[in-house]
């Protein structure tokens, strides 16, 4: 693979990894080095991470869970706090689907076994950069499914609840199609407009209805049914 495979027209996409062992810590930012990435930082426990991170500016924080210090699950809850523009791929041992459905709850926008191969690893910090939620295959389903389980519980409104923003019938478009866990290309493909276009349609949605990324954005519309249109 080539460097420029990976370069987006502002440049490599910035990455901080962040894992207590050494030897995987290493080899996964050497790997992510190689593939065109620009890795502005590393760290070997949560403390740590939360205290380089702001100084680093990563686009995508690469996250172990099993962290000393502090766990990753609360590195990811105070880092995209902070800036809600990061984007956190969650490199971890376990497939736990509490672990899977807290670490996308803390604001987590993807999430990847250890078991995946240094391709699909590329593939997902790059995706995780722009904005599509990267699920190893079968825990997409299950963040899915508990998304529509919240769904089904009422929220309680309340009377003076402003009204929803008003989407375009593009941008809801767009929207059902995210829902439906299409990728940006694949909806690019589905609508016949440019990948930069679909981008540019999930930001304006996410401003519109105030939100920060796409596992959120999924979840807005799963509530309001439009995975089943």
């Keep these: 693979m080539t460097v420029s495979e990976h370069q987006e027209p502002g440049?490599?996409?910035?990455?901080?990894?962040v894992d207590d062992h050494p030897m995987w810590r290493d080899a996964v930012a050497r790997d992510l080095a190689e593939a065109g990435f620009d890795v502005v930082g590393t760290a070997g426990?949560?403390?740590q991470a939360v205290r380089r991170a702001p100084a680093a500016g990563p686009d995508v924080l690469v996250l172990d869970l099993n962290l000393p210090a502090k766990p990753g699950v609360q590195v990811c809850k105070e880092l995209v706090g902070a800036n809600p523009a990061l984007r956190v791929l969650v490199l971890s041992a376990s497939g736990e689907h509490a672990d899977v459905l807290e670490a996308v709850k803390s604001g987590a926008t993807g999430y990847l076994l250890k078991s995946a191969s240094t391709e699909e690893l590329i593939d997902a910090v790059r995706r995780t950069a722009v904005g599509d939620a990267v699920f190893?295959?079968?825990?997409?389903g299950l963040v899915l499914g508990?998304?529509?389980?919240l769904a089904s519980d009422p929220a309680p409104s309340a009377p003076d609840e402003p009204k929803a923003p008003q989407l375009t019938d593009r941008e809801t478009e767009v929207l059902r199609l995210v829902a439906k866990g299409l990728s940006y290309k694949q909806i690019a493909e589905r609508l016949v407009i440019s990948h930069r276009t679909v981008q540019n349609h999930v930001q304006n949605t996410l401003g519109k209805l105030q939100l920060h990324n796409r596992v959120e954005l999924v979840r807005y519309a799963i509530e309001r049914?439009?995975?089943d249109a």
Aim: charged letters at 30%; proline letters at 9%.
């Design 11 to 17: 440049g490599p996409i910035k990455v901080m990894v």
């Design 45 to 47: 426990d949560g403390e």
């Design 136 to 140: 190893t295959p079968g825990l997409a």
């Design 146 to 149: 508990e998304y529509r389980r």
């Design 225 to 227: 049914g439009l995975d």
